[in-house]
């Protein structure tokens, strides 16, 4: 059992299909900011025009438009794979919005049709702070998310 079930579980709160989905981000990113241990940025890049561009986030000002294929973003939203980056100084091409960020994931939300809608995406002055069970407990949430679409 996933030690991120309580936190999967009060996500669902916020994702409410009746809701405008620029609300259901709004208050995902902060219920995730706020109950995630040592983050300082967490946010959502939404997929349009063959770029991802900045939406509803918790954290520092952010670059607002990011290339698919370039930073750990852009390059998770191209290959439609989540990643987990240990130390973004030693990650070639990351894009620096934060210099007290030292670990970053990003999880890509793809609909069930296969299409790309963007990237979760999360921040952490903790060097290695994400792995793989809150990896996987944020690809669930994921899955949820754009089963509102």
């Known amino acids: 059992m996933n030690k991120y079930n309580n936190l ?3 996500a669902e709160y916020y994702i409410d299909e009746d809701q405008r989905i620029v609300s259901v981000l709004a208050n995902l990113s902060a219920y995730l900011y706020y109950n995630i241990e040592e983050l300082n940025w967490v946010g959502f890049y939404l997929f349009e025009d063959n770029e991802l561009h900045l939406g509803p986030f918790q954290g520092k000002p952010a670059v607002v438009n990011i290339e698919l294929g370039s930073g750990v973003c852009g390059i998770s939203a191209s290959k439609r794979e989540s990643m987990i980056v240990k130390n973004v100084n030693e990650f070639t091409g990351h894009i620096a919005c934060d210099s ?10 793809i609909s069930k049709s296969g299409e790309l809608f963007g990237v979760l995406d999360m921040d952490s002055p903790r060097l290695n ?3 793989n069970e809150l990896k996987e407990a944020l690809e669930i949430i994921g899955h949820l998310l754009v089963d509102i679409l």
Request: aromatic share 6%; no cysteine.
């Open 8 to 10: 999967i579980e009060k």
């Open 129 to 131: 702070r994400f792995d």
């Open 100 to 109: 007290g960020s030292n670990s970053e994931i990003v999880i890509p939300l």
